[in-house]
């Protein structure tokens, strides 16, 4: 199994970012899909997720609005669209697979496979 995250990089205030997470050997081959951030000195935390068929969405409150999630499920590939960044959306940011799911939610103990984390840096 694997899941690789990448499109991290440095970014002023108000920019944006497109985040990839690229799955492969997940089973069975309908899961969720999360997005976690973890910023220094702080705990992981969840951002978004959507489930295998787009049924569900879950953005945490600080990432509403600014933040679009969506997976095309033929190249097994979720992406995270973060608009308007902000200094406290820095962090290293995890994508993550919740095997067998049909829905989604952004509780880090439920999934199963974890990429490796690609770092986002908004300053000035």
């Known amino acids: 199994v694997q899941l690789q995250a990448s499109g991290g990089g440095l970014v002023q205030p108000g920019g944006s970012l497109r985040l990839t997470c690229a799955t492969s050997?997940?089973?069975?081959?309908?899961?969720?899909t999360g997005w976690f951030r973890q910023a220094p000195g702080k705990e992981r935390e969840g951002v978004s997720c959507?489930?295998?068929?787009?049924?569900?969405?879950f953005y945490a409150d600080s990432v509403k609005g600014r933040f679009t999630i969506t997976r095309d499920n033929a190249k097994k590939t979720v992406y995270l669209q973060m608009d308007s960044l902000k200094p406290e959306d820095t962090g290293v940011y995890y994508c993550?697979?919740?095997?067998?799911?049909?829905?989604?939610?952004?509780?880090?103990?439920?999934?199963?496979?974890w990429g490796q984390g690609t770092e986002v840096t908004v300053s000035s």
């Open positions: 993550a697979a919740d095997a067998g799911a049909f829905g989604c939610y952004i509780v880090r103990q439920i999934y199963d496979y």
């Open positions: 050997g997940v089973t069975p081959d309908h899961y969720a």
């Open positions: 959507i489930s295998n068929d787009d049924g569900m969405i």
